[in-house]
Every structure is written in structure tokens, then in C-alpha cells.
């Protein structure tokens, strides 16, 4: 009987399983899930549950019916997606859309280029920037935070209004200073997530009792994280400084929008980021500047999603360059 395996490199052993990484982010997102379900009521929840559960539906029929393999629906890495997919969206989103948001993130961003371990592209973000394309009405109507008697309201009929972003971005369009524009909530508002957005977006101290968590159990490492929120809050402060008027500062880029989610449990997903602790840092520095010069110049108030899309393009390449050199190689002249 042939007892070799020959398996894929990194061949390093490991405590940790890969079952056991998924569900300990999946842990770490709890917090994040009542904050939002606090705030947005029966939506929140509604959206959250169609979207696992279609996401871990698409995998199962994929993997049974099309690819004709085992189930890898229970490690874990399919629930998270769709958790991930929900806390990009508005608790308001209609459930067919929902549907094939998940359908594109496990379908077409995963499962086509060969299940976990293999995609090129965060497949949460992948779903989320198709239904921002395809629905843009429906994906930029945010509901406000409802009060508790009309939390239990059919989720359709959820007042909106526009996110802090979205405030800020139509002000300077309009040569309004930041001063002077009306409806910014308060720094403590948003830092409790009290503000209009999508589930994921509007929980910062959620968000942060998560990373610590992730950090504690050493399911992730703080390079990324760190160098992304250094990076914003070091380039947002510059611009604010040259002027005031136009550019948000630091406090405000960081508890506004994806920046937390993004940096905390989407740019650390393990296949779409960096290897080395040196790759990390690259990646998490460019994906910061390029989110600050998304929400400055571009014509989305929010850039985390297509700069963590388009670092992962350039994960292979940053690989490559921060390979840590090998024991007795010779160092090229």
C-alpha cells in the first residue's frame, strides 16, 4: 500500500486546523452580528441568515452535483463568506439580490478556480463590488438605526438615509466645508455604530473586541491590520492638515465606513493575502493608501473594498519579492 502523500507546500505542521481558524473568525464576528441586529432589528437578522445559508447552499450543490466531490460545507470557510457578504450590504437588501451576491462570491469568486485555497479574489468582496455595480440603488439605500418599538417592522420598510461618507462626499462635491455640513453624526455615535451604513460597517467597538480576540487566540497576526489603519490614519491626517476644509480627518476615516472591517477580517483572509510578515506590511501600507485616495478623489464615497480587490491582484507578485531567501543561497549582485 502506497502510505507517501505528497501535498501542496507550505509543509509546516500546525495545531491549528483550518476548520478550527474559520470558526474562531466566525467567533470573532459575533459581536459585530448583535451590534447590527441591536441597530437595524429583524433586517439585520433576515439578511444575515439568507446569506450564510445561500452561500453554504451554492457550495454543497457545486461541490455534489457539478464537481461531483465530498462536501466542504462543515469547515466552516462557506459560512463565512456569507457572513462577511451580509455585513457589506444594507439590512434593507432584497433577498434576491442577496441570493446572487452569494451566488457570485462561492460560484464564480471561489469555486470556479477550485474551492478554498485556491481563489485569487476575496470572494465576500467579490460578491459585494458585483451587487454595488449591478444594484446601485439598492445597495447605497442605507437604513438609519430604528428605534426598539419598530425593530420587529417588516425589514423592506426601513427609513434611509445617507452614510457620514456619502455626506461628506456630496458636500465637497458641492464646495461645502466640512464644517458646515449637517447631519455628521458624533465620533462616540459612530464609534457604537448609531449611524446609517451596512451591517458590518457600523460597529467599531465590535469590530475592535474582535481583532482582539483574533489576536489572542493568534488566529490572524497584526501586520495587517495594524499597517492599514496606520497608513490611513497617518495619510488622512497629512491631507487634513493641508487642508481641512476638503479632507476628513484621521478619527472620522477610521470609525466611518469598511476601514475596520476590512482591515480586520477581510484583507487577513489567509489565500488572498500575503505570506511573509514583509508582504503583510506592503500590502496593508498600499491597501491604506489607496483607500484614502479612493475616498479623496474617486467617485465612490468608500474605496476599502476595491483596494483590498486590487491588492489581491498583486499578492503572487508581492510573494515573490518578499520570499525570505533560502539557508546558503548567495545574494544576487
Known sequence: MNKLFVSPSPHVYGKQSVKGLMYGVLIALIPTMLVSIYFFGMGALIVTLSSVLSAVAFEYLITRFILKSESTIMDGS??????????????????WIILIGSFVAIAVSKMSFGGLGNN????????????????????????????????????????????????????????????EIQGIP???????????GSLGEVAAIALILGLVYMLVRKIITWHIPVSILGTIAIF??????GNPDKFTDPVFNMLTGGVLLGAIFMATDYVTSPMSTKGMLIYGVSIGVLTVVIRAFGAFPEGVSFAILI????VPLINMYSKPKRFGEKQKK
Not at 462557506?78 to 433577498?95: C, D, K
Not at 488622512?236 to 492638515?241: P, T
Not at 491588492?311 to 498583486?314: D, K, S
Open 311 to 314: 491588492m489581491n491582484a498583486f
Open 186 to 196: 458624533s465620533n462616540m455615535d459612530m464609534f457604537i455604530g448609531n449611524m446609517g
Open 120 to 179: 485569487i479574489f476575496n470572494p465576500a468582496l467579490v460578491g459585494r463590488v458585483f451587487l454595488l455595480i449591478s444594484f446601485p440603488v439598492q445597495m447605497t439605500s442605507w437604513p438609519k438605526p430604528i428605534a426598539i418599538t419598530e425593530k420587529m417592522l417588516p425589514y423592506l420598510d426601513a427609513e434611509t438615509g445617507a452614510t457620514p461618507l456619502a455626506l461628506v462626499k456630496e458636500g465637497v462635491r458641492n464646495g461645502v466645508k466640512l464644517s
Open 236 to 241: 488622512s491626517g497629512l491631507m487634513h492638515l
Open 78 to 95: 462557506a459560512a463565512l463568506t456569507g457572513l462577511l457578504l451580509a455585513f457589506n450590504v444594507p439590512s434593507n437588501l432584497p433577498l
